[in-house]
């Protein structure tokens, strides 16, 4: 069964500084992957996805993403982070016809 | 506007009261599901509907039931509610399946005394 692990319970950054939230999936074949965001007491909003083709996807509010197949991983970057950007971020793997698993979530803190 | 609704967004009730939550979608959409988000847990599915009448498990079924009779509704039904079902619940909808984009109503939380 395919699964979603995000290491990070917590994050907390000063605004500004850059962002690495850190997925890693577990499925045998090349996965379908996404990011999504949660801003506090709101459904999920997509911020990419990648299903094939150039490893480096790009996202909506200057989010990106790198997959990486060698480590099964699925990182989300930005280079500089700003206040409204705190909000629990979710890692997602599908496979095709079947179940979306989500990763626990990383909850991140801008500090001013 | 193209949107995915929830109701009730708040519920309280006791336990073995049979209730529903329902879900619907004015995108034509053909993947429908229903998550449950608990601290630290992230978001579990619940159920999945690829189409009408087509419905099928997902990691935490046990205890809700759900039905597909029309493309636009996808309610969940929990027959026997207990207390640790109390959750925050999400309906979603996509275009095709699971790797389509998912589209998120803004939640129901549902708690069980």
């Known amino acids: 069964a395919q699964s979603v692990t995000q290491p990070d319970i917590h994050i907390t950054v000063s605004e500004g500084a850059s962002l690495e939230l850190r997925c890693n999936y577990s499925?045998?074949?090349?996965?379908?992957l996404f990011w999504y965001v949660q801003s506090p007491g709101q459904g999920l909003q997509l911020l990419l996805k990648?299903?094939?083709?150039?490893?480096l996807v790009q996202g909506i509010k200057g989010f990106e993403a790198e997959f990486k197949r060698s480590q099964s991983s699925f990182n989300l970057r930005k280079p500089s982070v700003h206040w409204s950007d705190a909000a629990e971020y979710f890692c997602?793997?599908?496979?095709?016809?079947?179940?979306?698993?989500f990763g626990g979530g990383t909850r991140l803190m801008v500090k001013p | 506007e193209a949107q995915v609704t929830q109701n009730p967004r708040y519920l309280i009730t006791v336990t073995g009261k049979k209730l529903t939550v329902t879900c619907s979608q004015n995108?034509?959409?053909?993947?429908m599901s229903w998550y449950r988000q608990d601290p630290g847990l992230g978001l579990r599915q619940i159920y999945y509907?690829?189409?009408?009448?087509?419905?099928d498990k997902g990691d935490v079924p046990e205890g809700y039931k759900v039905s597909r009779k029309e493309k636009r509704n996808f309610p969940l039904i929990l027959e026997s509610p207990s207390p640790n079902q109390t959750s925050l619940y999400f309906c979603?909808?996509?275009?095709?399946?699971?790797?389509?984009?998912?589209?998120f109503g803004p939640g129901t939380r549902l708690t069980v005394l």
């Open positions: 995108m034509n959409h053909e993947y």
């Open positions: 997602a793997v599908g496979e095709a016809g079947n179940m979306l698993t």
């Open positions: 979603a909808s996509s275009t095709r399946a699971n790797t389509d984009t998912q589209y």
């Open positions: 499925y045998g074949a090349t996965p379908y």
């Open positions: 990648y299903f094939s083709g150039d490893t």
């Open positions: 509907s690829m189409n009408v009448e087509v419905t």
